[in-house]
Each structure stands twice: as structure tokens, then as C-alpha cells.
């Protein structure tokens, strides 16, 4: 049962368009996560987020942006898609104490032609 | 900072046969540990977890893991997969902070497909 949901699952874009990654979880986690993943390769934290109004860079760079407005929503943007932003991007919540997990939504696979 | 180095990036089985996917890290801080599963299309799940305590931790689905600080190990096992295993797992690595809060911060493995044959 997901508590974390990342719309569109699958996104076919042409180069040069504006786009936005959804990411919602229901679970009150302060900590949410952007991850890349492309085949075969590990995933890479690109952006983070503490709380309401905190958002930082990951450990990859990205062109990528982020906004923390309400807790649950942690949306991911790209002003202008390139053939190199295809990729899968995985979102992620975890709370605060040592012990808990990262919960993963079923990710966006990005297409940009 | 932390690395995760996953010895395998393929591991074929056959069914009912024991598994050992194979996971090294190295960190200049104490770490959390963990493995996650990712099935085709789906995102990544939490199999187990390593915070403290006993090195030997047990996770769904049968599988197990034992931390093993000496030779920075933390290595996946079952002693019978199924078919439904196969799916690309990932060993993952967060460093402790001040007072042993993790800060969520997770450092992935290139992963390891297991795929389990009839």
C-alpha cells in the first residue's frame, strides 16, 4: 500500500518544455527525497528537503528544481527538458527519528525527445 | 563521506538454491545500513535494516544480512529464493550524526539483479 505517490508514472516530452514532477506522501514525514536512477547504475540524491521551506541540493548536480510550500508536497521542476534529464526520478519521505526507513513512491519515468 | 561498492552486478540462481548478494562500503563515520528491493516498475522497498545491536539482522521475506564491521561487509543472504525474488536490490549506507540521528541522507550501491530461474 503506497503512501507516497509521484504523478505523471510515465512522461513523453519534447526538448525545451517546462515540466513538473509530482510527489505527495500522507505519512507526515518532515524528510523527503529526490532520487535519479538511470539503468544499471546506483541512485543518486539530487535534491532534499527537512521540512516546510527547506529545500537543498543532493549529491548529484541537477537542473532541476525544488519547492517545499506544504509538508506532504515536495514537487520537482524542470524549466526547460533536455535529452540528457531522461531518466527515472524516484521521491522519497522518511521521519525523523534514526530507525525509520525511506518509504519510495513508483517513480516518473522521464522521456525527452 | 560514504561509498557502497556491490560486487555483483548480476547474480543468477536457480530456484530453491541459496543466494549471497554481496555488499562492501566504506565510510570515515559510523553507519546505518540497509538493503532495499526494487521490482521491474515499481519503487524501492526495505527488505532490513542495521542501526546497532546484534550484526546479524533479519528482514522480510526470508532474506537476512550480517554487519560485519571488520571487513566493512554487509552482506544479503537466503538460504531459498523463489522465483518472485527476482528483482535488482540495493545496498545503502547513511553515516551517523551527532547524537545517532541519521539524517536520511542515503549513499546506494550500483545495485545487483537477481534473477531466479525454474
Known amino acids: 500500500e503506497a503512501d507516497i505517490y509521484q504523478t505523471p508514472r510515465y512522461l513523453v516530452i519534447g526538448t525545451g518544455k517546462k515540466i513538473t514532477l509530482e510527489c505527495s506522501q500522507t505519512?507526515?514525514?518532515?524528510?523527503m527525497y529526490w532520487y535519479q536512477q538511470d539503468p544499471g547504475m546506483e541512485l543518486h540524491l539530487i535534491h532534499y528537503?527537512?521540512?516546510?521551506?527547506?529545500?537543498e541540493k543532493g549529491d548529484l548536480s541537477s537542473e532541476s528544481t525544488v519547492s517545499r510550500i506544504r509538508t506532504e508536497h515536495f514537487p520537482l521542476t524542470l524549466e526547460s527538458a533536455r535529452p540528457s534529464h531522461t531518466s527515472q526520478y524516484l521521491c522519497?519521505?522518511?521521519?525523523?527519528?534514526?530507525?525509520?526507513?525511506?518509504?519510495f513512491g513508483n517513480g516518473t519515468r522521464l522521456t525527452v525527445t | 563521506a560514504q561509498s557502497v561498492t556491490q560486487l555483483d552486478s548480476q547474480v543468477p540462481v536457480f530456484e530453491e538454491a541459496p543466494v549471497e548478494l554481496r555488499c562492501n562500503y566504506s565510510?570515515?563515520?559510523?553507519?546505518?545500513l540497509f538493503w532495499y528491493v526494487q521490482y521491474p516498475n515499481q519503487g524501492l522497498q526495505l527488505l532490513l535494516k542495521?542501526?546497532?545491536?546484534?550484526?546479524l539482522v533479519k528482514g522480510i521475506n526470508g532474506f537476512e544480512a550480517e554487519f560485519n564491521k571488520s571487513q566493512t561487509s554487509f552482506h544479503l543472504r537466503k538460504p531459498s529464493v523463489h522465483i518472485s525474488d527476482t528483482a535488482e536490490y540495493f545496498c545503502?549506507?547513511?553515516?551517523?550524526?551527532?547524537?545517532?540521528?541519521?539524517?536520511?541522507?542515503?549513499?546506494f550501491g550500483q545495485g545487483t539483479i537477481l534473477t531466479v530461474h525454474p
Open positions: 522519497a519521505s522518511s521521519g525523523r527519528t534514526a530507525n525509520s526507513p525511506l518509504h
Open positions: 505519512m507526515g514525514h518532515d524528510k
Open positions: 528537503s527537512y521540512g516546510v521551506n527547506s529545500t
Open positions: 565510510s570515515s563515520v559510523s553507519v546505518y
Open positions: 542495521y542501526l546497532s545491536g546484534s550484526t
Open positions: 545503502a549506507v547513511s553515516g551517523r550524526g551527532a547524537g545517532g540521528t541519521s539524517y536520511g541522507k542515503l549513499t
